[in-house]
């Protein structure tokens, strides 16, 4: 669409309808007026410019979930637009859509699902908090990023979300966080029987399958994965990445930080007549990758690992003994590629077995 725009020689400005989003206004000039040296312009002149391409708009004024939200686009919902609704109606716009958050949203009815339309993408959605809280209430994740899906969140804390991976989001897309914050996220796996007993489970916060890039001021607080195997002649716990595991393509490329985040697995064997085991493995306390892990660019001298732990128990009759290991306190990678410069990264008071800091098989 072209646009054409005339300068006021009176106000000595553009006059230009409000609901035009422009960008570059040097395209083109009609007329033959000229500018002269104190600044004021005929009225003859004018600049013809390009509108921008219009980004769909949402904005959650609403903080209660449930499926009967309503969203307005590109105008107020006056109090009727949930996180829930703005997805869905993101997921059925054109081009790129944009939610804007105006209130703290509650998670309360099961996990947001972003999948694309079958042999197509999903519009790229960008959500932008503003420095609000999405708080679950611990009995799911928040977001499951479907394949061909392009999802973008900006300055949002993320938090009380539980899963059985994931704690927080599973992404099998292209995920982008940049300013934002998970915290005391939680992923928590079970097992129990009369013979064998196995638990496996991971990503605290994130569990990922396609490809993250992780920009500035982001950080992994506080998430947890535990794996618990109980009473059978032979038990079984693995728990890896206490903030995030990948077997895709995570990047860190800005300033971020982990602290805090545990990977625990317990195997404990009950009392059988016969022979018995248990075995506990736990890695990655706050990263386990089986992909590729990149650190790169803003990253480099601006990323810490403090107080992350990996840690296992296992116990079996009658010795009450078991085999239970632990590596990786902050970073455990098995199999995958990773580029992790000389000194990229702090790393101080994480624990574990084997390699404290950084464990790479």
């Known amino acids: 669409m072209k646009t054409t725009h005339t300068l006021n020689p009176i106000a ?4 230009a309808p409000a609901a035009v989003p422009l960008f570059v206004a040097l395209s083109s000039v009609a007329g033959c007026g000229s500018v002269p040296d104190d600044g004021v312009a005929t009225v003859d002149q004018a600049l013809t410019v390009e509108a921008a391409p219009s980004r769909t708009r949402f904005t959650v004024d609403r903080a209660t979930d449930g499926t009967d939200g309503v969203c307005q686009a590109n105008r107020p919902s006056h109090g009727t637009c949930n996180l829930r609704a703005a997805v869905a109606a993101a997921l059925a716009s054109p081009g790129p859509v944009g939610i804007a958050l105006a209130v703290d949203p509650q998670i309360s009815a099961g996990e947001i699902a972003l ?16 420095g609000k ?5 611990n009995d799911s994740r928040l977001f499951d990023v479907g394949a061909g899906v ?3 969140l900006a300055r949002v804390t993320i938090t009380a979300f539980t ?9 099998a897309g292209t995920l982008a966080l940049s300013g934002v914050t998970l915290a005391g996220n939680r992923v928590s796996c079970f097992g129990i029987g009369a013979s064998t007993a196995f638990a496996f ?3 605290g916060a994130l569990l990922n399958q396609g490809t993250v890039t992780v920009g500035g001021g982001s950080r992994f607080d506080d998430n947890q994965v535990s794996a618990s195997a109980l009473t059978a002649a032979f038990t079984n716990a693995t728990a890896s990445g206490g903030a995030i595991s990948t077997s895709g393509t995570l990047i860190l490329a800005g300033a971020v930080s982990f ?3 545990a990977s625990n697995a317990s195997a404990t064997s009950g009392v059988h007549p016969g022979p018995a085991g248990a075995s506990a493995d736990s890695s990655g306390g706050a990263i386990v990758n089986r992909g590729t892990l990149r650190v790169v660019g803003g990253a480099i001298g601006h990323c810490t690992f403090a107080d992350n732990t990996a840690s296992s128990s296992a116990s079996a009759p009658p010795s009450n003994t078991g085999n239970a ?5 902050a970073i455990a990678s098995f199999g995958g590629s990773i580029v992790l410069p000389r000194n990229a990264c702090v790393f101080r008071n994480n624990h574990a077995a084997v390699d404290p800091d950084v464990h790479i098989e």
């Not at 899963?163 to 992404?171: M, P, R, T, Y």
């Open 12 to 15: 000595n400005r553009w006059n």
């Open 115 to 130: 999948l694309a339309p079958a042999q197509s993408r999903a519009p790229a959605i960008a959500i932008e908090g503003g």
């Open 133 to 137: 809280t999405i708080t679950g209430s």
């Open 150 to 152: 392009d999802l973008a």
């Open 163 to 171: 899963a059985f991976e994931g704690g927080a989001l599973f992404n």
């Open 201 to 203: 489970c991971d990503g």
């Open 259 to 261: 602290a805090r985040n």
């Open 325 to 329: 290991t632990s590596e990786g306190g």
